[in-house]
Nanobody, 124 residues
Framework: QVQLVESGGALVQAGGSLRLSCAAS????????MGWFRQAPGKEREIVAG????????YYADSVKGRFTISRDNTKNTVYLQMSSLKPEDTAVYYC?????????????????WGQGTQVTVSL
């Protein structure tokens, strides 16, 4: 089992940058595919990015390609989401999730563990 705690959410102006962190506790962090999801008010939760267990493969939603970067440090049990060129439409609660699997997954239902979320608000 793994517990996830996100941090780094904030209010930022459009065009700005933020880095979200997700600290995992529990064993075998390197055994989990990790993902970042977001959910805006009135919308379904959607995947933002995913990273394989060793960080060799990544996935990005089309809406964030070229602006967001997912990375992980298995020695620190932490996954990051570097966000740049932020837009108002990026405003959402961002969630970190872990999937005990060997392959990247792209749907929320595939992930086994979730953090509590961190709010990102992008103003004009």
């Amino acid at each position: 089992q793994v517990q996830l705690v996100e941090s780094g959410g904030a209010l930022v102006q459009a065009g700005g940058s933020l880095r979200l962190s997700c600290a995992a506790s529990g064993r075998s962090f390197g055994s989990y595919v990790m993902g970042w999801f977001r959910q805006a008010p009135g919308k379904e939760r959607e995947i933002v990015a995913g990273i394989s267990r060793l960080g060799r493969s990544t996935y990005y939603a089309d809406s964030v390609k070229g602006r967001f970067t997912i990375s992980r440090d298995n020695t620190k049990n932490t996954v990051y989401l570097q966000m740049s060129s932020l837009k108002p439409e990026d405003t959402a609660v961002y969630y970190c999730a872990a999937d005990y699997s060997t392959q990247l997954a792209y749907t929320a239902s595939s992930y086994d563990y979730w953090g509590q979320g961190t709010q990102v608000t992008v103003s004009l």
